[in-house]
């Protein structure tokens, strides 16, 4: 009986140690063997979160298409409203190989941590992640390991720079061909309600953030309604990265940075940028991440290690702002169109997501008004603050929304509240389905939002989160210790 349990043991530690030794290795992988890993990420990760491996797509290969493959994690229940979707995505130009290896490291890091550390915790109770490693697999499979070169930049099957293939909304051009990757992330975009994003790229090292576009007014920063969230955004990622905010760019940028972060038309212009579609045209705020200044970087364990912290804060500010749900009134039931709603004082609309009547917007701790439209309803006008982080945890406002159909009298006011302060619900005349369709409004005189951020952004220290690798091997040591204490009795 006892040779039977020793053997049964020895076969534990022996699987103990081939897991170990099956950890994911600081090396590039080829698309198959990526795909491998996301696949082994799906089936084989920790039970008490979601995990769903699904294709967007599929690149545009004439002779081997390769699927375009996002991994989504969360540790939320699946019909949990006021959840973010956050995306990110890796190896948009094919030659800028660092990222794909980055984002599969931190798929792996989220897996082994939840549960054991504070923040990846709370992060995945809180948000949705979908995490696509490649972009551009094809490009991959064509570039070479050069610092410098441009070989796989672009989607070879077409010639076509995906960060130059969407639609531009200050400057359209019906007769752009969108590649098949470029259409993927439209469609996607279109099913799912992204709050924030981030694209990985290499061969500079700095957070960049909207607009890239031209500036019509020539050269220099080109901002946006919503600047001071997106440099928020972009210090918090290159606070908490040793290199970035102290970064004056790499040798061959001609700029220097300060605080590590550039507006993207401050550094160069262009149009057909996917962090601007991801903006105008979905609401959804994306910074583009330059991460080192080769684009094939050799050291991928320094690179990983210089991006986990920042990564992880990042994700976490899709939970700092306002979200809630847009009812009518009357039924208790999500608005059956589209609401476009705006932050007074900033001119970008943005959208409700109509099969729910969810909203978000990252919003700095502040107090807001909130403008609702819909047809055939009163325009709401909804008074709301935000709060201060809490020990660098970002704190999210809730409203309910309840609409007043037009036909009803205007003559009283309601009043309604939200989880953090009491709100008003002021009644105007009906919405009106033509002033819908522009996404900018007219900037009601001076900003009537009261920011109070002090250009300060949550640091997590260094101490703080062990690396899932130095949590494997810990409980490994201590499952050896245990299993020959035992054949020693």
């Known amino acids: 009986m006892r040779s039977y349990l020793d053997q049964t043991i020895l076969l534990l530690i022996f699987s103990a140690v081939s897991g170990a030794l099956s950890k994911l290795e600081f090396e590039y992988h080829t698309n198959e063997q990526m795909e491998e890993i996301l696949k082994r990420f799906e089936t084989i990760g920790n039970t008490k979160l979601t995990t769903r491996l699904y294709s967007i797509g599929i690149s545009s290969s004439f002779q081997k298409p390769f699927p375009l493959w996002v991994l989504e994690i969360t540790a939320a229940p699946e019909n949990r409203t006021g959840v973010p979707n956050v995306k990110l995505l890796g190896n948009m130009h094919g030659n800028e190989a660092g990222g794909r290896e980055i984002l599969l490291h931190f798929i792996e890091n989220l897996i082994t941590l939840y549960d054991k550390d504070s923040r990846v915790t709370w992060l995945l109770k809180n948000t949705r992640l979908h995490i696509m490693p490649t972009l551009n697999p094809d490009g991959f499979s064509e570039a070479s390991n050069s610092c410098h070169g441009s070989m796989g930049r672009e989607v070879p099957s077409f010639m076509v720079d995906l960060n130059r293939n969407f639609p531009d909304f200050f400057h359209p051009n019906p ?71 102290a970064s004056k760019g790499c040798s061959n940028a001609g700029k220097d940075f300060k605080n590590g972060i550039t507006n993207g038309a401050d550094w160069y212009q262009f149009d057909g940028g996917m962090g601007d579609y991801n903006y105008n045209f979905h609401g959804c705020m994306e910074v583009t991440l330059e991460l080192s200044c080769c684009k094939y970087p050799s050291n991928l364990t320094k690179l990983w290690s210089e991006n986990e912290k920042s990564l992880l804060m990042y994700c976490m500010q899709a939970n700092m702002g306002v979200t809630g749900l847009i009812l009518d009134g009357t039924t208790r039931k999500p608005v059956e169109e589209e609401a476009m709603l705006r932050i007074e004082g900033r001119k970008l609309y943005f959208r409700s997501f109509q099969k729910t009547g969810e909203f978000w917007r990252i919003l700095l701790p502040g107090k807001y008004i909130l403008r609702v439209e819909v047809p055939g309803y009163y325009t709401h006008y909804e008074n709301f603050t935000v709060e201060q982080p809490v020990n660098g945890f970002p704190k999210l406002t809730n409203l309910t929304i309840l609409l007043v159909n037009a036909s009803f009298p205007t ?22 389905a033509a002033n819908l369709t522009a996404r900018f409004g007219q900037n009601d005189g001076e900003k009537t939002d009261n920011v109070t951020w002090n250009e300060q952004v949550p640091i997590l220290a260094a101490s703080t989160s062990k690396s899932s690798r130095d949590l494997l091997l810990s409980e490994l040591f201590l499952l050896i210790f245990i299993t020959t204490f035992y054949l020693l009795l």
């Open 175 to 245: 007769e752009l061909v969108h590649a098949e990757e470029t259409i993927a992330v439209m469609n996607w975009m279109d099913k799912t309600k992204f709050i924030l994003s981030a694209a990985l790229h290499e061969g500079d090292m700095v957070a960049n953030y909207p607009y890239d576009a031209i500036n019509p007014n020539g050269f220099g920063a080109y901002l946006t309604p919503d600047d001071d969230v997106f440099k928020y955004l972009a210090r918090v990622y290159a606070d908490n990265h040793p290199v970035m905010h």
């Open 411 to 432: 003559t009283t006011t309601t009043t309604t509240t939200s989880s953090t302060t009491p709100t008003t619900t002021i009644r105007s005349k009906p919405s009106v």
